[in-house]
T-cell receptor, first 114, second 115 residues
C-alpha cells in the first residue's frame, strides 16, 4: 500500500510568520508532487507542483523536494489569515501505468492567527 | 474559461436508492478522474478515464459503483443500492493530457449523504 504521510495538525502560526508543511511518501518511483489547498467545505485547489529535486518558488510559496529522502515540503512566507486552510500533499503513483492517479495525504490544517 | 463542474452539489439518498453524479470536465481535457473524500481525510482515487476509455477502476470500492464517459467528455458516476458508508464527497478532476507532469484540477464536488 503506497502511502503519503502528513501531520494532521493543527499547525498554528502568527500572521507574518513562515509556515512549514511537511510530507513523506513511500513510492520511490514517483516523479510528480503536488500541493493542494482546501478551504473548509470547498474542493482542493492546486497551488504548487514540483518534479525535480530542490526548491521551486511561486510568490509567497516555496515547494521543496528531496527524492532521496522521499520528502516534500511547502513553505508559506508572510502567512496571512486567508492562508488558514487544510493543505494536501499529493504524489503521482508510479505504478499506475501513467494514468496520473494521485495518492493524497490526510492533509495538514494550518491556522494563521492575526 | 470554465472549470470543472459537478452536479448535483448535494444529494441525500435513502439507503438502497441508486444515485447518479455528473461531472463536466474542462473543455479539451483528455483525462478525467473520480475521487472519494471522507470527512477529515484526503481524497482517494476511484477511477480514471482517458477520453472515453476507462483505463483504471482499481479504486472503486464495490461492484455497486459504476462510471462511464461515453463520448469522452461528460462523465457519470453511478452508485447502486447506496449504503451509509457511501456517504462522502465525490470529487471529479480533469487534466489536459496524460504525462508525468499532469496537473489535475478539481470540481466543487458532490456531497452525498445516505440516510
Amino acid at each position: 500500500q503506497k502511502e503519503v504521510e502528513q501531520n494532521s495538525g493543527p499547525l498554528s502560526v502568527p500572521e507574518g510568520a513562515i509556515a512549514s508543511l511537511n510530507c513523506t511518501y513511500s513510492d520511490r518511483g514517483s516523479q510528480s508532487f503536488f500541493w493542494y489547498r482546501q478551504y473548509s467545505g470547498k474542493s482542493p485547489e492546486l497551488i504548487m507542483s514540483i518534479y525535480s529535486n530542490g526548491d521551486k518558488e511561486d510568490g509567497r510559496f516555496t515547494a521543496q523536494l528531496n527524492k532521496a529522502s522521499q520528502y516534500v515540503s511547502l513553505l508559506i512566507r508572510d502567512s496571512q489569515p486567508s492562508d488558514s486552510a487544510t493543505y494536501l500533499c499529493a504524489v503521482k503513483d508510479s505504478g499506475s501505468s501513467n494514468t496520473g492517479k494521485l495518492i493524497f495525504g490526510q492533509g495538514t490544517t494550518l491556522q494563521v492567527k492575526p | 474559461g470554465a472549470g470543472v463542474s459537478q452536479s448535483p452539489r448535494y444529494k441525500v439518498a435513502k439507503r438502497g436508492q441508486d444515485v447518479a453524479l455528473r461531472c463536466d470536465p474542462i473543455s479539451g481535457h483528455v483525462s478525467l478522474f473520480w475521487y472519494q473524500q471522507a470527512l477529515g481525510q484526503g481524497p482517494e482515487f476511484l477511477t480514471y478515464f482517458q477520453n472515453e476509455a476507462q483505463l483504471d477502476k482499481s479504486g472503486l470500492p464495490s461492484d455497486r459503483f459504476f462510471a462511464e464517459r461515453p463520448e469522452g467528455s461528460v462523465s457519470t458516476l453511478k452508485i447502486q443500492r447506496t449504503q451509509q458508508e457511501d456517504s462522502a464527497v465525490y470529487l471529479c478532476a480533469s487534466s489536459l493530457e496524460v504525462n508525468t507532469y499532469n496537473e489535475q484540477f478539481f470540481g466543487p464536488g458532490t456531497r452525498l449523504t445516505v440516510l
